[in-house]
Structure formats: C-alpha cells, structure tokens
C-alpha cells in the first residue's frame, strides 16, 4: 500500500526558504508509470486546499503561476522522495502542506495523501 | 484560469437524509470533476473521479456527476461519519489544477 510521510521543519522565519520532503513508501517514484505525478498541495489555516506544483519522476514540472516565481519541486530517486523549496517566504505562506500522488488522467485527480505537516511562518 | 464555485457554504443535514453538493467551473477544460472528503485534522480523502468512478474503498452511497460545467456529489443517506467538508477538484488551465472553496456538511 502506497504511503506518503512529509517531512521539514515546523518553523520558518518570514524572508526565508521553506524545504519539504516527501518519502514514498510501497512503491517506486522511478519506476511509475506516466500517468502518475507526485504533487504538493498547501492548506493555511481554517482555509481550503491550493495546488501548489507537480513533478514527474522524468522531471516535468507543474507550478501554481501564482507561486512559480518562488517554487521548486525535485524528484531524489536514490532517496524515493521529492522535495518543496519555496522561497523568500511571508506570514500568508503558513499552512499545512500536504504531499500527494496524482494521476494524471480525466482531471487529474489526487488518490494518496501524506497526512500533512504545519509550516508556521514566524519570526 | 478556472475557477470553482461551490454551493452551499454549509448544508445542514439529518442522518439518514440525501445530500446534494454542487460545483461550477468558470469555464470548463473537462465534463467531469473529483471530489473530496475532509474530517478535521485529517488530509483530504479521494471520493470520486471521471464520469463516475468511486475510488477503492469508498462506499457506493456517494456518487459524482457532471454536465458541462456544473459537476455534483450525492450522498445518498449520511451516516454519522459523512459529516465533514467536501472539496470539488478540477482542471485550472492545460496544466495547472484547482480546488473549489468547500462544502461543509453538518449536522
């Protein structure tokens, strides 16, 4: 069974680079098919879900445009992970972020979700 | 890029009653929409996909629909466990994706 576990620190100073990790578990990020993406998504507090980029394991990305000037998303595959870094980040950058495989068929849907990590910015 | 709308905010339902959820897209790239289920302090949870595809596990008494750009889940007779906030996912442009601001059922 496939299982996604987020990993960073909780803790960001504003102006600084937030770096996540996702370790995939019960399957290869490699070796999946081209119809599988590895995305993260972002929720702040008390507020809905935003797409924040996707990544295929050939190294194909997807950005929000809303964020793209600071985003990047990168596949380990020695590590069978894939990684968040966004930069110069503010106060509306705190949200739990949440690691996901998408499918990339009909809409492009979301079927397995890290349980998500809190990333406060904060001086 | 698309946007969607969904209604109502809240929908305040008993145990046992259908539950109608809908979503609109500004414009449409696709006839069909995903739909999730969030339980507080939980990730979301795929419900349905594609014309009308459950994913593995979820029960048959949710179900979703589309036509153009309208797209809707029902929840045929909530159960105690239903109650919880429901998100609509679509297409944001060719290659971009976006999530509808939420329904919260409640009871």
């Known amino acids: 069974q496939l299982q996604l576990r987020e990993s960073g620190p909780g803790l960001v100073k504003p102006s600084e680079t937030l770096s996540l990790a996702c370790s995939v578990s019960?399957?290869?990020?490699?070796?999946?098919?081209?119809?599988?993406?590895w995305a993260w998504i972002r929720q702040p507090p008390g507020k809905g879900l935003e797409w924040i980029g996707s990544?295929?394991?050939?190294?194909?990305?997807y950005y929000s445009s809303s964020l793209r000037s600071r985003v990047a998303i990168s596949v380990d595959s020695s590590k069978n992970q894939f990684t968040l870094t966004l930069t110069s980040v503010t106060a509306a950058d705190t949200a739990t972020y949440y690691c996901?495989?998408?499918?990339?068929?009909?809409?492009?849907?979301?079927?397995?979700w890290g349980q998500g990590t809190l990333v406060n910015v904060s001086s | 890029e698309i946007v969607l709308t969904q209604s109502p905010g809240t929908l305040s339902l008993s145990p046992g009653e259908r539950a109608t959820l809908s979503c609109r897209a500004s414009?449409?790239?696709?006839?069909?929409a995903a739909w999730y289920q969030q339980k507080p302090g939980q990730a979301p949870r795929l419900l349905t996909y594609?014309?009308?595809s459950r994913a593995p596990g979820v029960p048959d008494r949710f179900s979703g629909s589309g036509s153009g750009a309208d797209f809707t889940l029902t929840i045929a007779g909530l159960e105690p466990e239903d109650f919880a906030v429901y998100y609509c996912?679509?297409?944001?442009?060719?290659?971009?994706?976006?999530f509808g601001p939420g329904t919260k059922v409640e009871i």
């Open positions: 996901a495989r998408q499918t990339w068929t009909s809409v492009g849907f979301f079927d397995s």
């Open positions: 019960g399957g290869s990020i490699s070796s999946s098919p081209t119809t599988y993406y």
């Open positions: 990544i295929h394991s050939g190294g194909n990305t």
């Open positions: 414009q449409t790239l696709s006839s069909n």
């Open positions: 594609g014309t009308s």
């Open positions: 996912q679509h297409l944001g442009s060719a290659v971009t994706w976006t």
